[in-house]
């Protein structure tokens, strides 16, 4: 016996099965399906269901961790979700995670994963939430074994656009140094003499996000500035020609490059690189 909620998991994916570790290591009786059934087999504790329909009926709680929105559309078509609590944590859009929550008969969550499968169950790790609120406080002790749980809205859409905005960053990020590895290996040195070096001027970048934020908000892109948007588009021209000499595509640095020179062709060359932003926004 015990005081743990019932859980009901449909999906065994890398991030599935680690979901449920986790749930089962703390204890959560856990009735889970997949469409492989031998993903199973190794979640000592957990109750395999034969059938989606099957695996919701056994929990009031049920939680998708599928391959994408068809996924879980074709799973949940045979389920009664009557009465249930249903959590998403399917990567989805925006639009994806709104839909859903018009179409399900229960309360409804969505849920961003901010964790690759082995971080899951460790404090780095963290699911954005959004939706029913209510759902939420009754669940959050359920929800926040995994991964810590942080709620950004009652917009089902908001986990999801938060989700999406900060690996659109790292995307950007690992660009970066995709770029920048790729310049040290064309003089043939050493990639890990210069990883502490990158890792190190990445870290001081860091604050810049602040910055940014604050600018953005007040509207304001021209107080403390320290590197004008006139000199960075000056610096860009050294950046494209390196590229150039050492023989390295510069179709990373480019379209950043592009959007610079537009902002500053715009008349904004005492802004910060801020003002970028509103070029991306369409409309």
Same mark, same amino acid.
């Given at each position: 016996?015990?005081?743990? /909620?019932?859980?009901? #998991? ?7 099965? *680690?979901? %449920?570790?986790?749930?089962? &290591? %703390? ?27 099957? &695996? ?10 599928? #391959?994408?929105?068809?996924? @879980? ?12 609590? !249903? ?6 859009? $925006? ?19 901010? *964790?690759?499968? $082995?971080?899951?169950?460790? $404090?780095?790790?963290? @699911? ?27 917009? $089902?859409?908001?986990?999801?656009? =938060? ?11 690992? %660009?970066?140094?995709? =770029? ?33 934020? /604050? +600018? ?12 004008? !948007? ?15 000499? +050492? ?11 592009? #959007? ?19 070029? !991306?926004?369409?409309?």
């Amino acid at each position: 016996m015990t005081d743990k /909620e019932p859980i009901a #998991l449909l999906g065994l994916g890398a991030m599935g099965t *680690a979901l %449920a570790r986790a749930w089962l &290591a %703390a204890g959560h009786p856990l009735t889970v399906w997949n469409r492989t059934p031998g993903r199973a087999e190794a979640l000592a504790g957990a109750t395999v269901a034969a059938t989606p329909a099957e &695996a919701v009926a056994a929990a009031g709680l049920v939680v998708t961790c599928l #391959l994408d929105g068809a996924s @879980v559309d074709a799973t949940l078509a045979g389920a009664d979700l009557t009465g249930k609590d !249903l959590v998403d944590l399917t990567t989805g859009t $925006p639009a994806d995670a709104r839909d859903r929550a018009r179409r399900v008969p229960g309360r409804f969550l969505d849920g961003g994963i901010m *964790a690759v499968p $082995p971080m899951i169950g460790s $404090p780095d790790a963290y @699911v954005f939430y959004s939706g029913d609120r209510d759902l939420f406080d009754a669940h959050r002790g359920a929800l926040g074994v995994p991964a810590a749980a942080r709620y950004v809205g009652t917009d $089902p859409g908001l986990a999801a656009l =938060h989700d999406v905005a900060l690996l659109s960053a790292m995307d950007g990020m690992f %660009a970066g140094v995709a =770029h920048a590895f790729a310049l040290i290996r064309s003089a043939r040195l050493p990639a890990g003499d210069v990883a502490p070096l990158l890792a190190e001027w990445l870290t001081a970048m860091v604050p810049s996000v602040y910055r940014t934020a /604050e +600018q953005l908000d007040r509207g304001d892109y021209t107080t403390g500035v320290a590197s004008s !948007l006139a000199m960075q588009v000056a610096g860009n021209a050294t950046l494209l020609r390196t590229a150039a000499e +050492q023989g390295v595509s510069d179709e990373l640095l480019r379209p950043w490059a592009d #959007l610079m020179a537009r902002r500053l062709a715009g008349g904004h060359g005492a802004e910060d690189t801020t003002g970028v932003v509103d070029e !991306l926004l369409i409309g």
